[in-house]
């Protein structure tokens, strides 16, 4: 298993997914969808709601109903049941049943996503639209761009479901305004759980127990940590075999990964920072870069670091964490059910704790999220669309048939079937799995064992195994039990620590031509200098590469988006 962002995504994924099967898997909505009873026919774009005589229904069914063409893909893992397919099956039945839209699909692609994206393309350059797509964000720019897009402003305020509207809000509107083109609201994005990816510190407390040391609160509990657990012997084996503090060959990622270290010095990787002037400025190229690589480089020098850290991927290191030769990481939430998991199976005396990110002074450290709809994509609707609000009401449908008012029970038809597939416009509230934690939290308080087993988050059911002593659903635990995970990312939630990037486009043409080079002169450079292979002034040599290489020509063209937004 190949370490990289997507398997922390595709990882953070896997905890939802039961939740929202116990959602999808059922067919029969009509005790959780609106009554026909006194809908009426919604207003086209010619007769907009404050045209209306009635009130606007967010979940009101069409009557008669309405016909929508959609252009979508399929997920090339997506299997349906028997007499159902990519055009008939649960969900487009429900959208017809509770609904009254009878879906058409002008076309679908089941198979990788860039396949689908690639004959999107030529059917956007022969204007060969459906009335609802699935885009990703240049495609979405380049639908703005030529004017082929309906304005759903005023479609989003006065159709958009409480939910829906509370969804939106939870990322202070960061995802509608990457899909605001001249103050038009061009797009609906596909929400997800950002906050998942925030990074969090990871500790061997055991080894804090056993060395007498405190919990990280600075960064010079952090270093001195490190070195603690690289010189003193903490597995006790008389051998100078463990590291303090984990780094891989990709530097970034879920697992192990250098952003919350570089978080501790109010240093960004990879990210656009607001300058004092109100510019758009690359964290990369900041002083506190400087500074945060030049501490790493201590830790290297007092091999607190594993020195062969530059051809290790993350599989390797995993191997230390699991044979017990590693104390201390930066990962993301999921890390516990993979990889010190398979560490405990070994050793149940292992004991890894999580701590909000700790600063190198008296200011908080923020960890950072990247900006990240889901697989980059929109759903958009053509200009002229008959109804451009059916898609708002698509998506409310979803979210109220998940989370406001789920099936208590499941269609045993699908079982095991990944129903929410079918779905053409979802997401998920950014405190998806943190909700999970919060009702999981309420229970174990309450020593509800059996409503942790009989809850539809499958999450729960794992967690209630392990207080009934299946050792192995430990990771679990440590991720949805009170001190887990999710009491450090909701204690950064409650005192706003997150940072997420001030640039939230699509890429620009330069990036388009020069991210490459550039990323590969970040990683090496970073690589070098925390290995001694260069001194820590070599930064100053790359700030100034970095901008020649085309990092001057994306920052114009960041801070031109800034100002056209």
């Given at each position: ?9 595709g990882l ?8 929202i099967?116990s ?26 709601p ?9 979940l ?47 076309w679908?692609?089941q ?28 495609q ?7 004017g ?8 989003f305020?006065n ?34 759980a950002?906050?998942?990816?925030v990074?969090?510190l ?9 060395l ?11 270093e ?15 051998k ?9 060959k990709?530097?970034?990622?879920g697992?192990?990964?250098f ?5 501790g010095?109010?240093a960004?990787?990879?990210t656009?920072l607001?300058?004092d002037s109100g ?5 990369n ?9 030049a501490?790493l ?5 007092l091999k ?10 993350g599989d390797?290191?995993?191997e ?7 104390g ?15 560490g405990?199976n ?19 450290a ?9 697989s ?19 998506m ?9 008012k789920?099936p ?22 950014i ?35 392990y207080?009934?002593?299946d ?10 039990g009170?001190?887990?995970s ?12 997150f ?8 890429p ?13 002169l970040?990683?090496e ?21 970095w901008?020649k ?9 960041v ?7």
């Amino acid at each position: 298993m190949k370490i990289t962002k997507s398997l922390s995504m595709g990882l953070a994924a896997v905890l939802l997914v039961v939740s929202i099967l116990s959602g999808c898997s059922s067919n029969n909505a009509s005790n959780n969808a609106p009554s026909d009873n006194g809908a009426s026919q919604q207003p086209s774009e010619s007769s907009t709601p404050s045209q209306s005589a009635q009130p606007v229904d967010p979940l009101g069914k069409y009557d008669p109903p309405i016909e929508v063409s959609v252009i979508r893909p399929y997920d090339e893992n997506t299997k349906f049941v028997e007499g159902e397919s990519a055009a008939d099956n649960l969900w487009t039945q429900k959208y017809e049943e509770e609904l009254g839209v009878k879906v058409n699909y002008s076309w679908t692609l089941q198979g990788p996503i860039d396949q689908y994206y690639q004959k999107l393309n030529v059917a956007i350059a022969s204007n060969d639209l459906a009335d609802i797509m699935v885009v990703n964000s240049g495609q979405m720019k380049q639908l703005a761009e030529a004017g082929q897009l309906a304005d759903l402003t005023d479609i989003f305020e006065n159709y958009a479901s409480d939910f829906t509207q509370k969804m939106f809000a939870d990322d202070g509107g960061l995802a509608l305004n990457s899909a605001t083109f001249g103050g038009k609201l061009l797009g609906l994005p596909r929400l997800g759980a950002d906050i998942d990816e925030v990074p969090l510190l990871w500790v061997r407390k055991d080894w804090l127990t056993k060395l007498n040391l405190p919990d990280p609160k600075t960064m010079a509990d952090v270093e001195m940590i490190a070195e603690a657990f690289a010189s003193q012997d903490p597995d006790d084996n008389g051998k100078p075999d463990t590291y303090g503090l984990a780094l891989s060959k990709d530097l970034n990622g879920g697992f192990p990964g250098f952003e919350g270290f570089l978080n501790g010095y109010h240093a960004y990787y990879n990210t656009w920072l607001k300058d004092d002037s109100g510019q758009l400025v690359n964290s990369n190229i900041q002083p506190e870069m400087k500074t945060a690589l030049a501490a790493l480089q201590k830790l290297y020098s007092l091999k607190a670091i594993d020195k062969e850290f530059g051809t290790r991927d993350g599989d390797k290191v995993a191997e230390a964490v699991i044979n017990g030769k590693l104390g201390m990481y930066y990962g993301a939430m999921w890390t516990p059910i993979w990889p010190v998991q398979d560490g405990r199976n070994l050793d149940p005396t292992m004991q890894w704790e999580p701590y909000i990110l700790p600063s190198v002074d008296d200011q908080p450290a923020f960890g950072q999220i990247p900006f990240d709809v889901p697989s980059g994509q929109y759903y958009v609707v053509r200009k002229n669309a008959k109804h451009p609000e059916a898609a708002l009401k698509m998506m409310n449908f979803f979210y109220d048939f998940n989370y406001v008012k789920p099936p208590q029970e499941k269609d045993p038809k699908y079982e095991g079937i990944e129903t929410f597939k079918y779905v053409i416009l979802a997401g998920a509230p950014i405190t998806e799995n943190l909700d999970v934690y919060r009702k999981g939290k309420s229970l174990i308080e309450a020593n509800d064992i059996e409503g942790l087993k009989n809850a539809k988050e499958g999450q729960l059911a794992v967690t209630a195994k392990y207080l009934e002593g299946d050792e192995q659903s430990w990771g679990y635990y440590k991720v949805f039990g009170p001190e887990g995970s999710y009491k450090v990312i909701e204690e950064m939630l409650e005192k706003n620590l997150f940072l997420r990037s001030e640039y939230y486009g699509p890429p620009t043409p330069t990036m388009g031509e020069k991210n490459s080079t550039l990323d590969t002169l970040v990683k090496e450079t970073f690589t070098k200098i925390i290995m001694g292979a260069a001194s820590i002034d070599e930064f100053d040599k790359f700030v100034s590469d970095w901008k020649k290489l085309g990092g001057d020509d994306i920052t114009k063209e960041v801070n031109e988006w800034a100002a056209s937004r």
